[in-house]
């Protein structure tokens, strides 16, 4: 059993209703689930797969999902970096391995399977990329037509490719994302259309599950969860999904989030830094880092909570700096993500040479999307491949 809260006043709305926000006071909604009457146990969950419906019990979709067996990526201890700065027990939960390659699938896992509960007919998204890609897939899945709004020039190829390949109406505004938000939020509301962006709190049902896998992964609690920002939904759902765990008794103890965004685009960072609520938008966010070039998240009340309540804390990376842990992610730990993604594990270098993380604790960065989201991205930071004859002395001459 669970009802949709507003996290605000405390209304409470049917669990069938179709709202994203609250009615009296317009804050955002969660899901809450009546935890007493839930019949779960780690040993039940620990004789399942390691998917996102392993932990169906805590998840609102009643019937059968709409699932191409989203979850279970891998965390990856890094070593080679983690040695460099220090820290014995730096872990990357790679978001990329997932089926459309962005953390954004489980929560449309969620959400789409929700949208055909609900009876919806049309699924609609604005999108810096991840969120028109994954929508477009499951909506693929489900058999339902989805629209997406990306603003024109500002998202990378990879991931309008799945869009428009998956069959999407893909449609271009000339603005920003925010902007985006704003109109199919407005036609959702106004033609019957389902929105799934992470405004929607069912999405962020299917997203809390990274941290369930992490501790189960790590066998433990990490001391630190660290999470790239841009509409703030994953460091939110991860921290909503974890307090579900510590009323259940499953884990004792909240990791201290910590969002990382970038210097371009970082009214998260500012508000805690300056001790805002709310934040104040950023007008026009600008960064490399496409995923999260967004001014006005809307998660934002959750994730400030999340960090204030957790001790955690919030910091900016230049572009520089997430272009050069991008490039070290890769070349000295195999591991291949987007851009957006490097900025946890940037943020963290930077917070640990600043002096603000100790180097005992057990970190869990979470890198979000692909590598091949953002081709274009990285074709421009890498030499070309070297043009030779087909001759063994040319191929010789190449390699001293």
């Not at 960072?269 to 967004?294: F, S, Y």
């Not at 002096?355 to 030499?383: F, S, W």
Request: aromatic share 4%; with cysteine; proline share 5%.
């Amino acid at each position: 059993m669970f009802r949709l809260v507003c996290i605000g006043c405390g209304a409470t709305y049917a669990s069938d209703e179709i709202i994203y926000r609250c009615r009296k006071c317009d804050h955002l909604l969660a899901v809450q689930y009546d935890l007493d009457s839930l019949e779960i146990s780690r040993e039940e969950w620990n004789r399942r797969p390691l998917r996102l419906w392993r932990y169906r019990e805590l998840l609102p979709v009643q019937g059968e999902p709409v699932t191409l067996q989203e979850g279970g990526t891998p965390l990856y201890h890094m070593k080679r970096l983690g040695e460099e700065l220090g820290l014995k027990e730096l872990y990357a939960k790679h978001e990329g391995m997932n089926p459309s390659g962005s953390f954004k699938d489980r929560g449309m896992t969620v959400g789409v399977s929700m949208a055909r509960e609900l009876g919806m007919k049309t699924v609609a998204c604005a999108s810096t990329g991840n969120t028109s890609a994954s929508l477009a897939v499951y909506g693929a899945k489900a058999g339902m037509p989805a629209v997406v709004l990306l603003p024109a020039g500002k998202v990378a190829l990879g991931k309008v490719a799945q869009a428009l390949m998956h069959g999407a109406k893909v449609i271009a505004i000339r603005d920003n994302f925010d902007r985006a938000l704003e109109m199919v939020h407005e036609l959702c509301v106004t033609d019957g259309i389902y929105l799934l962006n992470s405004v929607n709190p069912y999405r962020l049902e299917g997203q809390k599950t990274i941290g369930f896998e992490a501790v189960d992964q790590l066998g433990d609690v990490p001391d630190r969860m660290v999470l790239p920002v841009g509409n703030a939904g994953n460091i939110s759902a991860v921290h909503k999904g974890l307090g579900e765990l510590i009323e259940l008794g499953f884990i004792d103890r909240m990791p201290m989030m910590t969002g990382i965004q970038a210097q371009g685009s970082r009214p998260v960072v500012d508000a805690i830094e300056q001790g805002l609520d709310p934040l104040i938008p950023q007008k026009d966010p600008e960064t490399v880092a496409t995923a999260i070039r967004i001014g006005a998240p809307v998660n934002a009340e959750k994730a400030l909570r999340a960090i204030r309540e957790t001790g955690g804390t919030a910091e900016a990376v230049t572009d520089e700096e997430i272009l050069a842990m991008q490039r070290d992610l890769a070349r000295k730990e195999g591991i291949g993500v987007e851009p957006a993604s490097a900025a946890s594990v940037a943020g963290v270098k930077k917070l640990v040479e600043a002096g603000l993380i100790d180097r005992d604790e057990r970190i869990v960065c979470v890198v979000t999307g692909h590598l091949l989201k953002d081709p274009e991205t990285v074709i421009r930071q890498c030499e070309p491949p070297i043009e030779i004859d087909a001759d063994i002395a040319s191929l010789r001459s190449v390699l001293h």
